[in-house]
């Protein structure tokens, strides 16, 4: 289970970058790992807490806050002028108002809903505010975590890892968001300045921000919880039940380097169960050809259940 749990932490972390198009760094890998671990101190939601979880999840040093957002910010779909603006956020004096209102939610009512139904009203809620010009979309992914945590749901250093099952169902996450962000964007009108210059006019009642229907992204946070815990980490736990299994087996039989057979046991059980001939290539020189034979052929009988 502990390797298990491992695992879901680093691909928990590669996989909430991923669905932001980013490949972390090592150093951003390791620093969000930490900020998934320390979830579990139960420290209630601040400004100065998602300040510094914000501070942690950008590198560029530009982009780090100090408070929430003064300034209007938007996202952008990639096409040219106002046609390019997909959403915009509350304007920064509602943001603030209301991001008060949702960090009060995570603290205290959060434990009197049902977990996941909270953690789902907290991580949409937030990035639905864009209370940052940054990072708000890793930090909302990370306060499903948080919540639950905080609602003393995970415990034991536990995670659900919902963005590994968020990234295999990306166009039904964005369905989500769209739910949404589509139809608020149509209480704003946008004009193109210059070059990235853009004005906003808000033409919409705070309402809008204010009392959102949280169902469709509720729904599909628990559909994403389901699949973490049912199929995430239930094909992981398979994984390593079959690595274990096959180690010994051949540990049993030969006599091979203990680093090679990791890496071939690990290449097999990714390739279906076969040792491609780039791999039998690789290591012709140090593991004999009738150890490649004994590994499918022991791969194959844990696929057929024997």
């Given at each position: ?82 046609a ?8 920064p ?46 930090l ?43 139809p608020a ?5 946008v ?18 921000y ?26 992981e736990t ?65 696929a057929?259940?024997?």
């Amino acid at each position: 289970m502990d390797r298990a749990i491992n695992w879901a932490y680093l691909h928990e972390t590669r996989d909430s970058f991923a669905i932001e198009k980013e490949e972390p760094s090592e150093e951003k890998s390791r620093r969000f790992v930490q900020l998934l671990r320390q979830a579990h101190q139960g420290r209630a939601l601040s400004e100065e807490y998602l300040v510094e979880l914000q501070n942690s999840t950008v590198s560029n040093p530009f982009d780090k806050a100090t408070l929430f957002r003064h300034e209007q910010n938007h996202l952008h779909n990639g096409l040219r002028g106002a046609a390019g603006v997909s959403y915009v956020p509350p304007v920064p004096d509602l943001c603030r108002e209301l991001m008060e209102e949702l960090m009060s939610f995570s603290n205290q009512s959060a434990r009197h809903v049902d977990p996941l139904v909270a953690a789902a009203v907290v991580a949409f809620g937030f990035v639905f505010l864009h209370p940052f010009m940054d990072g708000n979309g890793r930090l909302s992914r990370f306060l499903i975590h948080q919540t639950l945590c905080h609602a003393e749901a995970l415990q034991n250093g536990l995670l659900l890892p919902v963005s590994v099952a968020m990234k295999h169902e990306e166009s039904n996450y964005l369905e989500a968001l769209k739910g949404f962000s589509k139809p608020a964007r149509d209480f704003w009108n946008v004009t193109w300045l210059d070059a990235d210059q853009m004005a906003f006019e808000f033409v919409g009642h705070s309402s809008i921000y204010r009392f959102w229907d949280a169902t469709q992204s509720a729904e599909f946070t628990l559909r994403m919880a389901r699949r973490a815990l049912e199929v995430e980490l239930r094909e992981e736990t398979e994984f390593l039940e079959a690595y274990d299994h096959l180690v010994k087996a051949v540990n049993e039989r030969f006599d091979v380097r203990g680093s090679d057979l990791s890496k071939l046991v690990m290449m097999c059980l990714d390739n279906g169960g076969k040792v491609s001939k780039h791999r039998r290539k690789q290591f012709q020189y140090s593991v004999p050809e009738a150890v490649f034979e004994f590994i499918e052929q022991r791969a194959s009988e844990l696929a057929a259940g024997d």
